[in-house]
Every structure is written in structure tokens, then in C-alpha cells.
């Protein structure tokens, strides 16, 4: 069994009377432990691909299944307990709550499954120290550098345990030195502890390093150019 398995899936976009075509029959596997970029030019898809994977949105046509569990027309509820589940998802912009400090955004998922504060506490703790932030826990976002948020979002994408962790461009808003560390972290994660990432990324040195592409144009994967 795959962790991941798409078979023909497609997506389109409603947009008032017509419909935006965004994937179409789109078949792909994702094994355990793999480090996999999706990439192809801007609109070609990448991001819907994601939010598919990352059940922020449902196909309009084909199967997904995902570390066993078939998703087909849950509805939205089941849809966020599902992802709760089994995904981390670390977006381009962080999307940190403003208002909590770096320990209350991590905790936040472990808080929404129902876990006690002291747990939730506990395992934050831990994910913040294994990204390198053992110091800022009390900081809010608008107290840290970009690094440091993105840091703070890779926490929180691991706290649960994800079965996958989702990461759609995760170093275009950062420099290249942060950027570099950031790889880092994720490939570290990827290497001693078997987190399976798949990131969106126009980023050669985030292509350069992973262990399989997937390229994407006009929403189809294009075969001859993945290894
Ligand atoms: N919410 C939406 N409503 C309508 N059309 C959309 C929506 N989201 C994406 N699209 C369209 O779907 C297609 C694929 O978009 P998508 O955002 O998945 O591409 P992408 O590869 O992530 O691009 P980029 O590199 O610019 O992030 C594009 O034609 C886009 O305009
Ligand atoms: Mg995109």
C-alpha cells in the first residue's frame, strides 16, 4: 500500500459561469519516506495538487486514498478530522495565528484532537526544540524572523505525527541562507526520523536536493521529466 495514491484525479475551479480547468487525470503513488517536489510553471497546477493531498479540497473526478483511508465525498467536518489525522501542512506564508506565541500555535492541533493542555504542552515542546527554537517559546510571530516562523510552522505540521507533511513553497519567502536551513531541517527530518515531505517549489536548491520530481503542466504530469 501506498501513502499516497491518486488515480485520475482531476480539479476544476468554478469561476462564476465558467470552470478553470486545474488538474486533469492526474495518477500518482507516494511512498513512506520520500522527499518529493512537485514542480512546473506557475499555474500549472502545483498548489491544487497539494491542497488535494493535504485535504483542503476535494476532486472533482478520480480516487485518492491516503495512508489507507479512502477519501471520497466526506463531508467538510470529516474532511478536517481526517487532516488532523494525517497531514501537516506548512504553507509558503507560514499562516501562524498572530496572537498566540510559537508554543500556542503548535499546541493548537494537539488542542483541536481534544489532548489535555499539560500533553499538547509537552509534545510543543519538543517539536520546537527539534527545529531550533528552544528558546522562543513565548515569542509571537511578529517577534521572530521568516526562518523562525517557518520553523515555528514545521512544528506545528509535526506535531501530530502527520502520516505526511505537505509543504507548498516553503522557502519562497525566505533568503537563501534561511532558505538553506530550512532545506536543511526538512531533509534532516526526512533522513533520521522518516518524515515523508512533499513540497510545491520553483527553488533549484530545494529541487536540487530531493529524491524524486514530480513536474506538472497545464495540470498534467509530464512522464518524460520525472526521475
Ligand atoms: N480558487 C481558484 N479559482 C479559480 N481558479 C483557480 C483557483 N485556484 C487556482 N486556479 C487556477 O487553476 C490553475 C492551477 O493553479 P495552481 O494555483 O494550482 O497553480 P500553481 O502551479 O500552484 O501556480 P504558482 O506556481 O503560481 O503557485 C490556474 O489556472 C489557476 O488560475
Ligand atoms: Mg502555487
Redesign the pocket.
Known amino acids: 500500500m501506498s501513502l499516497v495514491e491518486c488515480r485520475g484525479i482531476s480539479k476544476n475551479?468554478k469561476?462564476g459561469e465558467t470552470l478553470?480547468p486545474?488538474l486533469s487525470d492526474v495518477s500518482i503513488n507516494i511512498e513512506k519516506g520520500e522527499f518529493v517536489a512537485v514542480w512546473?510553471?506557475?499555474?500549472?497546477?502545483?498548489?491544487?495538487?497539494l491542497n488535494l493531498v493535504g485535504l483542503l479540497d476535494t476532486p472533482s473526478a478520480g480516487q485518492l486514498k491516503i495512508a489507507g483511508e479512502t477519501i471520497s465525498t466526506q463531508d467538510d467536518s470529516s474532511l478536517a478530522v481526517l487532516r488532523n489525522k494525517l497531514i501537516g501542512f506548512v504553507f509558503q506564508n507560514f499562516n501562524l495565528i498572530a496572537v498566540l506565541s510559537a508554543l500556542e500555535n503548535v499546541m493548537l492541533p494537539l488542542q483541536i484532537r481534544g489532548e489535555s493542555p499539560a500533553q499538547a504542552r509537552d509534545k510543543a515542546v519538543s517539536k520546537l526544540d527539534a527545529v531550533g527554537l528552544a528558546t522562543l517559546y513565548k515569542s509571537r510571530p511578529d517577534q521572530m524572523s521568516g526562518g523562525q516562523r517557518q520553523r515555528v510552522a514545521i512544528a506545528r505540521a509535526l506535531v501530530t505525527d502527520p502520516a505526511i507533511v505537505l509543504a507548498d513553497?516553503p522557502t519562497a519567502n525566505l533568503d537563501s541562507v534561511t532558505s538553506d536551513q530550512i532545506l536543511a531541517l526538512m531533509r534532516d527530518l526526512n533522513q533520521k526520523q522518516n518524515v515523508t515531505f512533499v513540497f510545491?517549489t520553483?527553488d533549484p536548491r530545494l529541487l536540487a536536493s530531493v529524491s524524486r520530481k514530480i513536474r506538472?503542466q497545464d495540470?498534467q504530469i509530464t512522464p518524460e521529466e520525472n526521475s
Open positions: 475551479y469561476l478553470v486545474a512546473g510553471p506557475s499555474g500549472s497546477g502545483k498548489t491544487s495538487l513553497e510545491s520553483h506538472l495540470g
